[in-house]
């Protein structure tokens, strides 16, 4: 069986969208393929490419679309893996061409699920004055391996005293009036529970600051 061909009628710049063209065949069909694409694989008026040859064009400019978004998703903040691949997938990019992205945006190391769980952590931290329960809720959302989120808390937790975290709540209170009030004392306590703190850590750092 012969594999089929197809004539090229038109390549042409897409409107509005320079980096984007117009490609027509002679049978109607009509595609659209990015700017490098049509360069670097001579897509012409009056070319001839096989049916085969197409798809391995079509398949490239797809990769190379997925890699123009992951890329500019990149270029406003870190990212995990899990939530570059949610994007991608959230713009209807097949999710044989994300995991090859994925791959190649981690061996030139553009994302790190490590390095994005310990900046996360410490923005997290700085902001929330969160525990590790709520720490570990929150980095589940962007991180798939629990191995990878237990070294990331392993290493934050090192760098950053729970004692430490939860004094920065307590300071904001006068402890005389927490010693005094116990409807003061049991919402402070609440309040830290909600931040994902544990119990003891929490009883211990209290009586600390009151003594």
Not at 147 to 154: A, C, F, H, N, Q
Not at 188 to 195: A, H
Not at 198 to 203: C, L, M, P, T, V
């Amino acid at each position: 069986m012969k594999t089929k061909k197809n004539k090229i009628l038109s390549v042409t710049p897409k409107k509005n969208k320079k980096e984007l063209f117009v490609v027509e065949f002679v049978d109607g069909s009509i595609y659209e393929l990015s700017k490098d694409i049509v360069i670097s694989e001579s897509i012409y008026a009056g070319g001839i490419i096989s049916s085969i040859d197409f798809d391995q064009v079509l398949e490239k400019h797809a990769y190379h679309q997925a890699q123009s978004a992951g890329l500019n998703l990149l270029s406003y903040r870190m990212r995990s893996k899990k939530e570059l691949c949610t994007k991608l997938v959230n713009k209807n990019v097949d999710k044989t061409i994300i995991a090859k992205v994925i791959t190649k945006f981690e061996n030139e190391g553009w994302i790190d699920d490590f390095q994005f769980g310990i900046a996360f952590s410490k923005d997290q931290i700085r902001r929330n004055s969160i525990g590790p329960i709520a720490l570990k809720y929150k980095l589940k959302e962007y991180i798939d391996s629990d191995d990878v989120i237990k070294s990331v808390m392993e290493k934050v937790y090192k760098e950053f005293s729970q004692d430490d975290i939860i004094l920065s709540v307590l300071k904001k209170y006068n402890p005389d009036k927490i010693s005094s009030d116990n409807n003061l004392r049991q919402k402070i306590i609440n309040k830290l529970k909600r931040k994902g703190h544990y119990w003891q850590d929490i009883n211990e750092t209290i009586n600390q600051y009151l003594d």
